[in-house]
């Protein structure tokens, strides 16, 4: 039968598959929903546009690895076959919504996104495992299926890290928005970094409803790879800082700079994100691209007369700096992230046993903790540490006071970040026995000791 054909509703693929509807075409195939007529379920099969000898070995590619990784959250292989001059890869029909389709409509609250991103997450982890870098991970890849199962596909310009590259030079793969600044220098075909770049990229537009501005060509964006990387905060104003930073680290131009994996930049983001949902009820606010109630505003008003307000005041401080929002200067001491006069310097570099309360000055306490949490904002996290570890000593021994909480916590979140999780670990265990944003706390110490034992 022609390949002609085969691609028309009511026409068999390689003698058993029958052509039911076209579902999607792409720069070099065509995706075809189609009923097994042996084993009696449907089907997506992907067939090739043209034959060139690079394009199918690639396309041949896909099938090999489609079929050797085997993971909850990535389209399975069923088999490849042969069918005239074509190549069909034979592969789960996911009957759904694509991501790129939800963020469109600006259906996405970030709990959802976070989900689905997870999801992603775990897929190219399993992947990176085992030597394959997916190079195409978008929106339009992430299929959320009718039951909220999420799956990876298009492991087609795929490349197992041990494998000679297949693309030229001049054969980049990928859409532009997502393409990580080193895949585009030439040489370089990417590693388990560029996916962590293109999940940061798809991240960023899942919350802020657009794609992070790079540039409009390869050159363009090569020529602002010294540009910071985008932030979050100007596309959605209401983003939290720590969700914003983690976003700055994983569309960071230096790969060594991300994220050690996918899950840990969705971790990073969640715990960004979790502050705020962790937050007691405040006004909502309408969010630029959803044009509904949308995350909470991640700062407090305080407004207090009267001998007893210093507290207050700190105490509000302290909850802001664990999500509040570094784009207002106005929020007590040292908001200006570290600008004004600097707090006394710190009795000597202690280790982690420096953590230990004593000084009793809690307002000091909670307005270094701020200046200390600016810092690790403006991407300083070693600077943050001599400051917060005098923040956790001004408070008296035996406290609970929540300001304390949010001290070591972000001593720990600047021990980490500063590569020093063996020290975090003994700091972010103490803040753990605080009831208060314990999912938060228990993620962050995860990331600790996942980055110890490396």
């Known amino acids: ?26 720069g070099m195939a065509v995706v075809m929903l189609a009923e097994d007529t042996v084993l009696g379920r449907r089907v997506a099969i992907k067939r090739l546009h043209a034959m060139s000898e690079s394009n199918a070995a690639r396309f041949e590619r896909e099938a090999r690895l489609g079929a050797y990784l085997n993971h909850p959250n990535l389209v399975t292989v069923f088999d490849t076959v042969e069918d005239e001059d074509a190549v069909l890869i034979v592969m789960e029909y996911v009957p759904g919504t694509r991501f790129s389709d ?23 982890d399993h992947a990176h495992k085992h030597g394959v870098v997916h190079r195409d991970v978008k929106p339009a890849n992430v299929l959320v299926r009718d039951d909220g199962v999420v799956k990876l596909a298009d492991l087609g310009i795929a490349t197992a890290a041990d494998v000679t590259r297949i693309t ?21 075909p990417g590693g388990p970094a560029a996916d962590v770049y293109s999940l940061a990229a798809v991240a960023f537009e899942a919350l802020a409803g657009r794609a992070p501005d790079r540039g409009a060509t390869p050159v363009e964006i090569l020529e602002r790879s010294d540009d910071p990387p985008p932030d979050l905060r100007h ?48 006004q909502p606010v309408v969010s630029p691209r959803r044009g509904a109630a949308g995350v909470r505003p991640p700062h407090w008003a305080v407004a207090a007369i009267g001998a007893g307000i210093a507290a207050l005041i700190a105490i509000a401080i302290a909850v802001n700096s664990l999500g509040g929002d570094a784009s207002d200067p106005a929020k007590g001491p040292g908001a200006d992230g570290g600008e004004r006069e600097s707090s006394p ?45 005098q923040a956790v000593r001004s408070f008296p021994s035996g406290t609970a006071d929540l300001a304390y909480a949010y001290a070591l916590f972000n001593l720990g979140n600047a021990l980490r970040l500063s590569g020093r999780p063996d020290e975090a670990i003994p700091i972010l265990e103490r803040r753990l026995e605080i009831p208060n944003q314990t999912e938060t706390v228990r993620r962050e110490l995860e990331a600790a000791q996942d980055e110890a034992e490396e």
């Not at 939800?102 to 190219?124: F, K, Q, S």
């Not at 793969?173 to 997502?178: A, E, H, I």
């Not at 994996?261 to 962790?278: C, H, Y």
């Open 1 to 26: 039968m022609g390949a002609r054909s085969e691609i028309e509703a009511g026409g068999v693929a390689a003698g058993r598959y029958r052509i039911v509807d076209r579902i999607g075409t792409g």
């Open 102 to 124: 939800l963020i469109e409509r600006g259906e996405l609250e970030p709990d959802h996104a976070v989900e689905v991103l997870r999801c992603v997450a775990a897929a190219l």
């Open 168 to 188: 030229t030079q001049t054969d980049v793969v990928g859409t532009l928005t997502y393409i990580a600044p080193e895949r585009l220098e030439g040489d370089d």
């Open 235 to 282: 596309a959605w104003p209401a983003a939290p800082p720590r969700a914003a930073e983690a976003l700055r680290r994983g569309l960071d131009p230096n790969p060594r700079r991300r994220q050690a994996s996918a899950t840990r930049l969705v971790d990073e983001l969640d715990a960004g994100l979790g502050s705020e949902r962790d937050e007691p009820p405040t």
């Open 345 to 389: 310097p710190p009795r000597g570099d202690e280790p982690p046993a420096a953590a230990a309360q004593g000084e009793g000055d809690p307002a000091r306490g909670a307005e270094l903790n701020d200046r200390g949490y600016q810092l690790i904002q403006q991407g300083r996290p070693e600077a943050a540490i001599p400051m917060l570890k």
